[in-house]
């Protein structure tokens, strides 16, 4: 079983940083692609930025330029760092490993950014 451990989240202000963190419990090799998720009050799951085997990223429209997501493969990590926030990306952030047919969820992070 795959374990997945979000950290990083928390409260800032507007047009503060964060840079979440996602460990995974076995060499990120293993996974097709890694992804951030988030889930904003009374709205639906949305991808917000995927990074590939090969660390080709893409990003949800809305957040290019202010999001990069990078890999660590010696420390099995997926980070995503988050500029210029808004406080419509206040969400909980989830974690998402693609393994073939598969994927495995963190238990996700929440990020509150305050006007």
């Known amino acids: 079983q795959v374990h997945l451990v979000e950290s990083g989240g928390g409260l800032v202000q507007a047009g503060g940083s964060l840079r979440l963190s996602c460990i995974a419990s076995?060499?990120?090799?293993?996974?097709?692609?890694m992804s951030w998720y988030r889930r904003a009050p009374g709205k639906q799951l949305e991808l917000v930025a995927t990074?590939?085997?090969?660390?080709?990223?893409n990003y949800l429209d809305s957040d290019k330029g202010r999001f990069s997501i990078s890999r660590d493969n010696a420390k099995n990590m997926v980070s995503l760092q988050m500029n210029s926030l808004k406080t419509e990306d206040t969400a909980i952030y989830y974690c998402?490993?693609?393994?073939?047919?598969?994927?495995?969820w963190g238990q996700g992070t929440q990020v509150a950014v305050s006007s």
């Open positions: 076995e060499n990120i090799f293993s996974f097709d692609s």
């Open positions: 998402y490993a693609k393994q073939r047919w598969t994927g495995y």
């Open positions: 990074i590939t085997s090969s660390s080709t990223a």
